[in-house]
């Protein structure tokens, strides 16, 4: 058993449901966003391998100037004489008597220079302290390179070579690094590396590799050039660095794929399987199948649960409209089998017994023919009047109450029914006059065939709104028959020529301009109210 659920319920989830918009939008945005993620944290993690083996170079630079400070000192007479005066203010740091120097260089924004340029041949000799340190130095450099790996030069205060592992007594005194070096600013540059071995396939997709990162590390004591520490080393392999974190990588894209799948699912459960269950239910209904009316218990995206309230709600309008046809054809032709069986029989016997068959007998059939064929003529009359209301569009404008039913009161009195008029003036109807009076009319000839001979049709106001009551004193209604009354074709009163369709013309006539009408309980007559829903009042309340 399906247990729908309460208004309140719906208005909740309902405003917690998304839009299907708003989940197509978020699926792209997260489907894009994955590729771009993922270039962004590749380059991410090769910009970060550049910035560290540039820190490992400082470090190396500010290692080296303590040894060559050092050997200064050792081989000079006059320390403070040696080296080149440099223009340069003191470097100031808020971390005291320390001056760290931060890894400047980013591949996302700087230019990647040439391959660097050979050295040329030097203008003047190199310094001749600087030469012995370099000469002393350079067997200790050449131990520790074997474990750094990187390239290192060092030059003097000129830009000449005079340590390191090759390349003495030239000079790199043209390169931008080392001229922003020699005026004692630390300087690094990225310049394109020209490999004498073929990369592999999959290097392709790393920058890092392709690259060589020189620092320039001016060794300065007492704003006093010594001379320039100039190393350099090609970034780690992002790709090896990868793999030896593979674990993590992998959970990395663990979780990717899981988001990935997450992704299928919620598209799958906000749209692809509602709209399923939507083809499903109309297949089922196509076989008859009532169960499949219901709403979807799980209809997605905001749009979907709208489509689907929408199908129900046609879908269950279609079955009462099919089920409605299908009855009222059955109570159309029994209508229609018993008048026209009759003039059939009365025009056979008269038409066998033509020559033998008495004048008032003849007569009398005659009678019964035009009986039968008044009625079915009433029929047909109520039968179009019905189809008229019931397929009504609802038009815009207002009836003056107490005007119309003073005119139904003017055609349908008769001396042998009188009507009873409390009218009062200022009352109007949403709906056109035409209809109101149709409305009053069929509601006075049920009277009539009740055996009525007044109705007293009453006004009144309460609210701003008004009702319009109309009794009369007639036999009644059976109260087993209360319920059916409003059908088409239920009639207790044929005998009395009642076709069953007045009060379904009422009610559908009502039902178009959004009014009602009930029947009110009570032991004589029928009383029938039409509630204030669709009445107004231009007057005020006393």
């Known amino acids: 058993m399906t247990t729908k659920a309460t208004p309140s319920q719906l208005r909740m989830t309902a405003k917690y449901r998304p839009r299907m918009r708003t989940v197509l939008l978020a699926l792209n945005l997260i489907v894009l966003a994955l590729p771009v993620a993922g270039l962004y944290f590749f380059r991410i993690f090769e910009n970060q391998l550049v910035r560290e083996t540039e820190s490992e170079l400082i470090s190396q630079g500010a290692l080296i100037g303590a040894f060559v400070k050092a050997g200064f000192k050792a081989a000079g007479d006059d320390a403070a004489a040696l080296g080149v005066p440099i223009d340069i203010a003191p470097p100031r740091s808020e971390h005291g008597p320390y001056t760290p120097i931060m890894p400047e260089r980013d591949l996302a924004r700087d230019e990647i220079l040439p391959p660097r340029p050979a050295p040329v041949a030097a203008s003047v000799d190199a310094d001749l302290v600087a030469a012995k340190v370099g000469r002393a130095l350079s067997d200790v450099f050449l131990d520790a390179q074997k474990v750094t790996m990187s390239g290192l030069r060092l030059l003097d205060q000129r830009g000449t070579v005079i340590g390191g592992r090759g390349d003495l007594g030239l000079s790199f005194a043209h ?35 392709f690259l060589h990162l020189f620092v320039a590390y001016p060794i300065v004591h007492e704003q006093r050039l010594l001379g320039v520490a100039y190393l350099s080393r090609t970034p780690d392999n992002s790709l090896r660095r990868l793999y030896a974190a593979r674990e993590r990588v992998l959970l990395g894209g663990a979780g990717i794929l899981a988001l990935t799948l997450l992704l299928g699912y919620v598209t799958s459960r906000t749209i692809a399987q509602p709209i399923t ?38 879908s269950q309008s279609l079955h009462q409209r099919a089920r409605y046809v299908r009855d009222f054809a059955t109570h159309v032709s029994h209508e229609f089998k018993t008048p026209l069986t009759s003039i059939r029989g009365a025009a056979e016997l008269m038409a066998e017994h033509a020559d033998t068959m008495p004048a ?114 007639g036999s009644g209604i059976d109260p087993a028959h209360r319920e059916h009354i409003f059908e088409p074709l239920f009639t207790t009163r044929r005998g009395n020529g009642g076709t069953g369709l007045g009060l379904g013309i009422v009610r559908s006539i009502l039902e178009t301009y959004r009014g009602s009408i009930v029947l009110s309980p009570g032991d004589q007559g029928a009383t029938f109210i039409v509630p204030g829903e669709s009445l107004e009042d231009d007057q005020p309340t006393p």
């Open 277 to 314: 269950a939507l083809i499903d239910r109309s297949r089922r209904m196509s076989a008859g199948d009532l169960t499949a009316l219901e709403p979807l218990a799980h209809a997605g995206t905001r749009e979907l649960a709208e489509l689907s309230d929408s199908f129900s709600d046609m």
């Open 175 to 209: 390169l931008p690094e080392v001229q922003g070096a020699l005026l004692g600013k630390y300087t690094s540059v990225l310049r394109r590396r020209i490999s004498d071995r073929p990369a592999p396939a999959l290097s392709s997709i790393s920058r890092g590799q």
């Open 360 to 473: 008032d007998a003849r007569a009398r059939f005659a009678r019964n023919i035009l009986e039968d064929t008044d009625r079915l003529r009433s029929l047909v009359e109520r039968l179009h009047e019905l189809a008229r209301a019931e397929h009504a569009t609802s038009l815009a404008g207002t009836s003056d109450i107490g005007a119309a039913l003073a005119r139904v009161q003017d055609e349908q009195a008769t001396a042998s029914f009188q009507i009873t008029l409390n009218r009062r003036d200022g009352i109007h109807a949403l709906i056109p006059e035409e209809s109101f009076e149709i409305v009053t009319t069929n509601l006075i000839a049920n009277a009539i065939q009740g055996g009525a001979t007044t109705m007293e049709i009453t006004v009144a106001s309460a609210g701003g709104h008004a009702e319009i009551t109309l009794t009369d004193n």
